[in-house]
């Protein structure tokens, strides 16, 4: 009898071990849901190293991709998710964001004003802003006869099969829409079947579409205009500084990422600890200057390089930007415009 006491005391043991390592390995782990390298290796690196806690990735390739996984698990598989401005609006209609506790998150205060407040959460209750930009074009001088000014110039028969564009439907559809004299959020059926037939005028001028390296396209010479978020068209201007940035004459649209808590996260208190950490003034620079986005931190101001602060494609001069516009969601139009994409990308 004493055998087998001391052998299930052994065993209770063992199971209390067991049990505690598992909670503690679950209490150290943070699971994010990003697009592939958007957070910077060493930040990441660091972070884990101070903390303890490891990061998952999970990632996903557009932001419908991304409210999918969302929604496929009630918010309940991942501790921190990014995503841009018009989904997060419709993820936090349908509920499935969690409000922050700022109280865990004391940098928040760092943040610049100007980058909160915004319509997808107007009352700063659930997001924490990452990175915020303008997309452009760029054309290469030596082999463009036209001198492009506006979205509408990307129409120019003159550019057949030479434009590389991001493969993203509301940005297309938004800049057709520009071109237009409409706005990037147009609902009216018979205005969206009209930007139908013109986007559809444009597939002989497209040599490619490319969400993730459009600007290899460019540095090689392979196309010669290109339609692309910020960081895409600085990695290209760094290779080829012989390209022209073109700011719309139309207006051009702007957005933002931001972070989020998912309703169910599992580690809500690893999120904080992480969002936190990157709104540190000097790690928010350093994150800034790894993305190639404009710092929604204006604690790091200081601690940015005047390279980053005059680069012409991140910091455009107010009189450029003209009417600047939020993609926002359309509601029910919304399946217009995945007819509309369809369509054109056969």
Known sequence: MKKQLSLLLAAALATSLFGCSNKTTEEKTLNVLTWDGYIPEDIAAEFSEETGIKLNYANFNDNEEM????????????????????????????????????????????????????????????????????????YDPAKVTVDIKSFDDLWNPALENQIVMMDDARNVIGITLKSMGKSMNETD?????????????????????????????????????????????????????????????????????????????????????????ILDAKTGARVSEQTLYLCPNKASEPYLSEEFKSNQALHIPAEFLGNTEFIEDVGDATEIYDKIWTEFKQ
């Open 67 to 138: 409210l999918s996984k969302l929604e496929t698990t009630e918010g309940g598989q991942y501790d921190l998710v990014i995503g841009s401005d018009y989904i997060i609006d419709i993820a936090r209609k349908k509920g499935l964001l969690s409000e922050l506790d700022k109280t865990k998150i004391p940098n928040y205060d760092n943040l610049d004003p100007a980058f909160l407040g915004q319509y997808y959460d107007p009352d700063n209750l659930y997001t924490v802003p990452y990175t915020a930009g303008t997309p452009l074009i760029i």
């Open 189 to 277: 059926p018979a205005v969206l079947e009209q930007a139908k037939e013109k986007l559809l005028k444009l597939k002989p001028n497209i040599h490619h579409l490319d969400y993730n390296n459009p600007n290899d396209a460019m540095v090689s010479g392979e196309a010669a205009v290109g339609y692309m978020f910020t960081p895409q068209v600085i990695l290209a201007l760094q290779e080829r500084p012989d390209l022209k940035v073109v700011y719309p004459s139309e207006g051009m649209g702007f957005g933002i990422d931001s972070w989020f808590v998912p309703l169910n996260a599992p580690h809500k208190d690893n999120a904080y600890a992480f969002l936190n950490d």
